[in-house]
């Protein structure tokens, strides 16, 4: 058995690393409620164990989850989590999202911060959630105990009853729940051991897979508050540019619209319905104010980024003697890739609700960064943080947006409501084409590659810069995360490239010109630099003339997880054998990826055909993932699916591209996804573990690009050196 200790978050601390930082933080999760041991609760009244577990008298267990759900699965790995060592009945488990409190619910791994992202979810909460239902169980035993007066060690507990064999008594959570909430909160609890798992590891059905389905969930759009009305803004055309004036008469004269003011990010037009105020908005005559717009091209910024490659940038790794090595090589083999700005386009754009009262604000969004919102929407109305409640409801898919580092769209919320006096609630809507020009990006980026092999095809030196804006810069992350002008995310799976190199250079050039915002976007740094790296080394591979997973395997001997993977991707994909012929004038390929994220290790293995016309097909992928104990395996399963359709969409359509600064791209016509007959045959294989969970969301997504373009360059012999895919480079 584990003994877990238990105490109150202003007694105990814990540390725990997380993206290569260590931070301190606190279990609040074992906190005893407010009066717990003292007095009975009134009759009727639900049995709050701590903060993360509450048992109603109707047998009812309700998981209060601090992570948004997002469509990743979260809400049923974190009640899984705590069911698992509650003993509940699954089919009476419900989830609740947390309120903004970073005192209680705060991202262990971020310190005294709420939120989600970085794939931490599961991993930050294994073992607060552990406790936490451990130490609602206990509680319930000593109760029945009491009652019975049996010894709580021959007390079972199972799907939700408690039973004692010998006397066969037996009661449901719901009659005890009177009773549990007079006991103390043990000091120490006893977790299961792995083999005892009855839900972890096992395939307990989605929580939110109903509610979405029959139409019950609650995301942003859903909510109608009385004399609400709905905000849309008109941005400006270009980042930086300011209103210079407006004119709104011919808005005003649309129905329903009820007023248009003027706030920091543009003109928001407020009307009693969406439609009406997204035809207001339309109405609008802006003058905007360009002076100090940013008017840059996509081509421009390349060209420029081309330029600064040529010369060292600010070292973020150096092994041994990469001058050296290149000096002394009997070939160098040199590679540059460029990468686009990518919009998120998420499914539901960004919305948020809000209303000001005489008692606070309240919030109704997607929440994905709590105390973040909380705190910046406290300082805009004049209150404290605590007068600023924040609903969580379901969000549309994020995949970074809403963890803005700058809250953007809430505080333009806000700013609409201060603007109108807080007379009435307003829900702020973003219409697809506001998300896509007005928004965040993933950063563009160009890399520069240069590896050295001996007389005997060993690899010596490997050189790599990057040359690509911040995103931690001016956030509140920069004092952690950046580093002698290195931010970290820019450089991640470039700067810890896990092979054995003898001389090692990686160095990194920021920009501080380029004024397009930019933001996480799933997967982060490794979004790029695992396709610089793992499609450079397959190149390089073939330079050498070896194998690419025997020559990855050689080079990897120190680092056995990522071994796992590529082993097992490679084994069930058949690596070695012959692929089958495709039609005429086509041309078939297989390749190989594997790539460490968020501590979670994945490989990929992807088989192509290449037409004459340089189309891609990606017929198959083969995913083997290492991210410790599977919590809900169809659910890894579904994470890793969807990134290879996620991480496909970007590499065969994804690009926002810039003309004279302004976003081209505005819907899903110019941005697309991919589309149904485009997706492959996905499979996945989990490697059993027993190391804690870790992140999901996010590790299928960087191998996929680079698989495809390693089975595209086995193919055809030419190897993509820029995203997303083009014909016209792959013809025969």
Known sequence: MVNTKIANASRRSFLQG?????????????????????????????????????????????????????????????????????????????????????????????????????????????????????????????????????????????????????????????????????????????????????????????????????????????????GMLVAVVAHPPRFGATVRGFDASAARRVRNV???????????????????????????????????????????????????????????????????????????????????????????????????SERGCEVWNGEQMATADQSRLAAIFGLTPEQVRINMLYAGGSFGRRANTHSDYVVEAAQIVKAIGGKAPVKLVWMREDDMRAGYYRPLFHHALEAALDAGGQLTGWRHRLVGQSILLGSPFESMMVKDGIDAVSVEGAANLPYAIPNLLVDLHT?????????????????????????????????????????????????????????????????????????????????????ESFHSYVAQVAEVTVAADGTVKVDRVVCAVDCGIAINPDNIRSQIEGAVGFALSAALHGEITLKEGAVVEGNFDTYRPIRIGEMPRVEVHIVPSTAKPTGVGEPGVPPLAPAVANAIGAATGKYPDRLPFRAEDLRA
Not at 18 to 43: D, V, W
Not at 283 to 308: H, N, T
């Open 18 to 226: 997380a993206a290569g930082l260590t931070l301190g933080f606190c279990l609040p999760a074992i906190a005893a409620p407010a009066g717990a041991g003292k007095a009975a609760a009134p009759a009727g009244q639900p049995f709050e164990a701590n903060a993360f577990l509450r048992i109603g008298t109707d047998d009812s267990v309700t998981v209060i989850a601090k992570h948004l759900e997002m469509g990743q699965g979260s809400y049923t790995g974190l009640a899984t989590i705590l069911a698992e060592e509650l003993d509940a009945d699954w089919q009476t488990v419900r989830l609740e999202g947390a309120p903004a409190d970073a005192s209680r619910y705060n991202n262990l791994f971020w310190g005294a911060s709420q939120g989600t992202g970085g794939s931490t979810a599961m991993a930050n909460s294994w073992d607060q959630l552990r406790a936490a239902g451990a130490a609602g169980r206990a509680m319930l035993v000593n109760a029945a105990a009491r009652r019975w007066q049996v010894p709580a060690g021959e007390i079972t507990v199972r799907d939700g009853i408690v039973s004692h064999r010998r006397s066969k008594r037996q009661a449901r959570f719901g009659e005890l729940a009177a009773d549990a909430a007079r006991e103390a909160v043990p000091a120490s609890v006893v977790l299961k051991e792995a083999k005892d798992f009855r839900l972890i590891g096992k395939q307990a059905p989605r929580k939110d897979s109903v509610d979405k389905t029959n139409g019950q969930a609650q995301f942003t759009q859903d909510i109608q508050l009385p």
């Open 258 to 356: 009820v007023d248009v003011v003027q706030i920091p990010s543009g003109v928001a037009v407020l009307a009693s319905d969406t439609w009406s105020a997204k035809k207001g908005r339309d109405a609008l005559q802006v003058d905007w104010d360009e002076s100090r717009s940013f008017k840059l091209g996509s081509e421009e910024i390349v060209a420029r980024y081309r330029e600064m490659a040529k010369s060292p940038g600010l070292v973020a790794r150096r092994v041994g003697n990469t001058e050296q090595a290149f000096a002394g090589a009997a070939r160098i083999v040199r590679a540059a890739y460029d990468f686009p700005y990518l919009a998120h386009a998420a499914m539901e754009p960004m919305n948020c609700v809000i209303r000001l």
């Open 511 to 595: 920009p501080k010109d380029i004024d397009v915002p930019v933001l996480w976007w799933r997967s982060v740094g490794s979004s790029h630099t695992a396709y610089s790296t793992e499609v450079f080394l397959d190149q390089v591979a073939r330079a050498a003339g070896k194998d690419p997973v025997a020559w990855r395997l050689e080079l990897l001997a120190n680092h056995p997880r990522h071994r796992g993977v590529l082993r097992l991707a490679a084994e069930k994909s058949g690596w070695g054998t012959r692929l089958p012929a495709g039609v005429r004038g086509t041309r078939r390929g297989r390749g190989v990826a594997v790539h």
